[in-house]
């Protein structure tokens, strides 16, 4: 078999298909790197590492820039990556050039799968791949969303929670919560998937006093509230009751019956992982902050 025409000749085939086929140049790219990857993987076998170099003089020579060695390594990683498996119609070559970096089966396959469920593009790919968002979820939540199993709210919880901002320190707790307030979105995909922002600096009246809960969440995936306290200091005890009692304010006096019960999530400079150990109450989660 000459696996080099073979190869060439899908290539030459993709370009025209691009040219005049526009809607279909994402398909066709796929379809071709699959074909090419899998005769360069047979080629490889038949003659040696050594051939994808010399494939890629000549069809660079041929055909013009674009089929570097490194690109048709690629192209045989991605069809023994893809063996067996259905195409993912939203994602492009470029996306697929980013997840083949990774090298980790595990790691390639949880983002392919955010980026089916996200509709990511590119860009938000990068982002959560710069940003270590696969290293920041327990195996059990990686494994569940690779397999399309439903989670749990606080499986879903990265740690730490990463906000963006030039500040190389925050001073106050006052200054954190602004910092969140002004990116909210991207804050709140750090949570996870579902969150819709409600207010700051949330006022409620208990008894004769009046009390602030620092951000009012609601996950429309998980149909409750989620109380977020802001500390700039380590976890302690007393941050426990306090989350508590607005959990429970919101509970009885905001939820509606057929909402689930509200979540506290207590966000802190340090983590103490035995204070949230001998808490009775499994809603409220702690994560620390990472200034970035």
């Excluded at 498996?85 to 990774?102: R, V």
Aim: positive net charge; charged residues 30%; aromatic residues 10%.
């Amino acid at each position: 078999m000459n696996y080099y025409k073979e190869i060439k000749e899908n290539l030459i085939n993709n370009e025209i298909i691009k040219r005049v086929k526009d809607y279909s140049k994402n398909r066709s790219d796929l379809e071709t790197y699959y074909k090419v990857g899998k005769l360069l993987s047979e080629a490889g076998k038949h003659y040696g590492e050594g051939i994808i170099k010399k494939y890629s003089i000549k069809l660079t020579n041929e055909l013009g820039r674009g089929y570097s060695e490194r690109s048709l390594k690629y192209m045989r990683q991605f069809y023994i990556f893809q063996k067996g498996q259905s195409l993912i119609a939203n994602l492009t070559w470029t996306h697929y050039l980013q997840l083949l970096s990774l090298e980790d089966v595990i790691k390639i396959q949880y983002y392919i799968k955010v980026c089916e469920q996200n509709n990511l593009s590119v860009r938000d790919l990068r982002k959560r791949i710069k940003n270590k968002e696969y290293e920041r979820l327990s195996k059990d939540a990686v494994e569940k969303i690779i397999n399309n199993e439903n989670i749990e709210i606080k499986e879903s919880i990265k740690e730490p929670i990463i906000i963006e901002t030039k500040e190389k320190e925050i001073i106050s707790e006052k200054v954190l919560q602004e910092l969140i307030v002004e990116n909210i979105s991207e804050f709140m995909k750090e949570l996870g998937e579902g969150y819709s922002f409600i207010d700051n600096e949330y006022k409620i009246k208990m008894g004769n006093t009046y009390n602030y809960i620092d951000l009012l969440l609601f996950n429309i995936k998980y149909n409750c509230y989620v109380v977020v306290e802001l500390k700039h200091s380590e976890l302690r005890k007393e941050h426990i009751g306090q989350i508590q009692t607005y959990m429970n304010y919101i509970d009885k006096n905001i939820k509606g019956i057929y909402q689930d019960k509200t979540i506290g999530i207590i966000l802190v400079k340090r983590n103490n992982k035995y204070i949230i150990e001998y808490t009775s109450d499994d809603r409220i989660l702690s994560r620390e902050y990472l200034l970035r």
